[in-house]
């Protein structure tokens, strides 16, 4: 196994586990009706750091453990690899984002109706956390289209 | 993935015929990685035509004893 394709698995597994119980909590407060723009930003900030700190020791451990070198410059089949998964990575986060523009409306009403002590600090909280979970989720599928392509060459 | 085009090659009889020459020893030689060797020999991944011609040169022989254009399956298209 490649130490891209390693590095891929170590930042999906990482980052459904981290990034899923982030936004699984921040879905909780949600239905809820308890969104705190502060507790949330803090617990994004602390599973941000949690991720980082375990996917950089797991990534140097691997290369160390398969007598690879950290960060291999890409040969060409590596090239090519990372622009399909960059390319489709890339249009499905254009496509949510547009969704999430879409959306909007709706957001704005659900703050209105449900969060009527503070509807707009709701409807930021809520739209940023919606742009986070697209970021989120793209990059993890483009991470995914990487391991299937590299499973597929193999 | 697009499917592999009509090309086969010679590269493992190559190897072979070289000292028994690894994946790994042929990915050096040519700055590449051992799985895109790999790829190439399985005929999953086309190279660029200087990484042929790298291949090639390790080889010392010419591009056309490494890699066959399939002639048969061109004219079928």
């Known amino acids: ?154 | 993935m697009p499917a592999p085009p009509p090309i086969s090659n010679s590269i493992r009889r190559l190897r072979f015929e070289h000292g028994e020459m690894t994946q790994q020893q042929l990915a050096d030689a040519i700055g590449m990685t051992r799985q895109t060797v790999a790829a190439i020999e399985q005929n999953k991944y086309s190279p660029s035509l200087e990484a042929a011609f790298r291949i090639a040169e390790v080889f010392g022989v010419e591009i056309g004893a490494v890699f066959q254009w399939k002639a048969d399956e061109k004219q079928g298209r």
Do not use: H
Request: net charge negative; with cysteine; charged share 15%.
């Open chain 1, 1 to 154: 196994m490649t130490m891209r394709e390693k590095v891929a698995w170590i930042a999906v597994t990482t980052s459904l586990v981290i990034f899923g119980w982030y936004f699984w909590s921040a879905w909780a407060d949600f239905a809820a009706r308890q969104l705190d723009g502060d507790i949330l930003f803090w617990r994004f900030l602390w599973c941000f750091g949690i991720a980082l700190v375990i996917m950089l020791p797991a990534a140097i451990i691997a290369a160390r453990l398969g007598g690879q070198v950290f960060d291999p410059p890409a040969d060409e089949m590596e090239v090519r690899i990372e622009a399909i998964s960059n390319r489709y990575g890339l249009a499905l986060l254009e496509i949510l984002l547009v969704t999430i523009v879409l959306a909007s409306k709706w957001i704005t009403d659900i703050a209105r109706a449900d969060f009527t002590l503070d509807p707009v600090g709701a409807t930021a909280i809520m739209l940023v956390n919606l742009i986070l979970f697209v970021t989120a989720f793209a990059a993890v599928v483009r991470e995914i289209i990487v391991i299937i392509q590299y499973r597929r060459y193999a």
